[in-house]
T-cell receptor
Framework: AQKVTQAQTEISVVEKEDVTLDCVYETRDTTYYLFWYKQPPSGELVFLIRRNSFDEQNEISGRYSWNFQKSTSSFNFTITASQVVDSAVYFCALSEAILTGGGNKLTFGTGTQLKVEL | NAGVTQTPKFRVLKTGQSMTLLCAQDMNHEYMYWYRQDPGMGLRLIHYSVGEGTTAKGEVPDGYNVSRLKKQNFLLGLESAAPSQTSVYFC?????????????FGDGTRLSIL
């Protein structure tokens, strides 16, 4: 069975600090996709990034960057120069195919609550 | 630009009551999903649908039923609500079968069962 572990339940930082959110996953699939979602206090889930298992290049989008290391089964997320608006719960998720009829199932980690304070 | 819309946003029920949560998507997505989110447990898949007229069980289906009579709508029903079903419910949709497809989520329905 697939599993996603986000060991950090809650992280508090001061604005402008850098912060890294950890994600470790388990899967037997050789091809898989990993995702990060953001859940701000308003409650909706916002898709941030997708990464496939063949592409280990780091990705940067503005203040966000992602480090995928297949050797350690990790897909960590770094926010540079954090801002108060980054305060949210961040979920890492692993996609697997649902054999019955198609579709894919997301296995979510338990989330990391990030609090950015002034 | 609605995307995935869930109705209602909040609801309080008494034990034993029934209700239906509605999910509507305007992206012509084939696949739709219902998840529940509980503290400390992430999101778990309840039921899903791979197309109009089809439904299938996820990992926590007990106590729920679903229907997909129209491609754009996916209904989640609670026949006899129980306090253990107090949760935040999220509907999601995706365009295809591949595991590469990100799922697009609605804003959630916060349901309390007293």
């Amino acid at each position: 069975a697939q599993k996603v572990t986000q060991a950090q339940t809650e992280i508090s930082v001061v604005e402008k600090e850098d912060v890294t959110l950890d994600c470790v996953y388990e899967t037997r699939d050789t091809t898989y996709y990993l995702f990060w979602y953001k859940q701000p206090p308003s409650g909706e889930l916002v898709f941030l990034i997708r990464r496939n298992s063949f592409d280990e290049q780091n990705e940067i989008s503005g203040r966000y960057s992602w480090n995928f290391q297949k050797s350690t089964s990790s897909f960590n997320f770094t926010i540079t120069a954090s801002q108060v608006v980054d305060s949210a719960v961040y979920f890492c998720a692993l996609s697997e195919a649902i054999l019955t009829g198609g579709g894919n199932k997301l296995t979510f980690g338990t989330g990391t609550q990030l609090k950015v304070e002034l | 630009n609605a995307g995935v819309t869930q109705t209602p946003k909040f609801r309080v029920l008494k034990t034993g009551q029934s209700m239906t949560l509605l999910c509507a998507q305007d992206m012509n997505h084939e696949y739709m999903y219902w998840y529940r989110q509980d503290p400390g447990m992430g999101l778990r898949l309840i039921h899903y649908s791979v197309g109009e007229g089809t439904t299938a069980k996820g990992e926590v289906p007990d106590g729920y039923n679903v229907s997909r009579l129209k491609k754009q709508n996916f209904l989640l029903g609670l026949e006899s609500a129980a306090p253990s079903q107090t949760s935040v419910y999220f509907c999601a949709s995706s365009p295809g079968t591949a595991t590469s497809q990100p799922q697009h989520f609605g804003d959630g329905t916060r349901l309390s069962i007293l």
